[in-house]
Nanobody, 121 residues
Framework: QVQLVESGEGLVQPGGSLRLSCAASGSIFSIGAMSWYRQAPGKQRELVAG???????VYADSVKGRFTISRDNAKNTVYLQMNYLEPEDTAVYYC???????????????WGQGTQVTVSS
């Protein structure tokens, strides 16, 4: 079984910073792309940032220059450093990863439980 556990939720003022972490655990053979999505009330879930196994990142236009995604392959962990936060960044943030389990020669899609980020004065 595989689990993604997120941490780092919080309330922060506009212009502030927050760092999210997501650790994958279980019978993992390898991890492909790891990503962060978010869903604000009344809106669809959207991709925030993703990072390939080789470290190449992709970002939504709305967060370019403010957010940085990184990963530690030894720890099976992905991070999202969020700077210059805006009220529009308020959402539940979800971790996503493509994971190949031990003994299962294909990649499956896994999601974390979600962590709340609130940007408000």
């Amino acid at each position: 079984q595989v689990q993604l556990v997120e941490s780092g939720e919080g309330l922060v003022q506009p212009g502030g910073s927050l760092r999210l972490s997501c650790a994958a655990s279980g019978s993992i053979f390898s991890i492909g792309a790891m990503s962060w999505y978010r869903q604000a009330p009344g809106k669809q879930r959207e991709l925030v940032a993703g990072i390939m196994s080789n470290g190449r990142p992709v970002y939504a236009d709305s967060v370019k220059g403010r957010f940085t995604i990184s990963r530690d392959n030894a720890k099976n962990t992905v991070y999202l450093q969020m700077n210059y936060l805006e009220p529009e960044d308020t959402a539940v943030y979800y971790c996503n990863a493509d994971i190949e389990r031990v003994g299962q020669p294909h990649f499956d899609d896994y999601w974390g439980q979600g962590t709340q980020v609130t940007v408000s004065s």
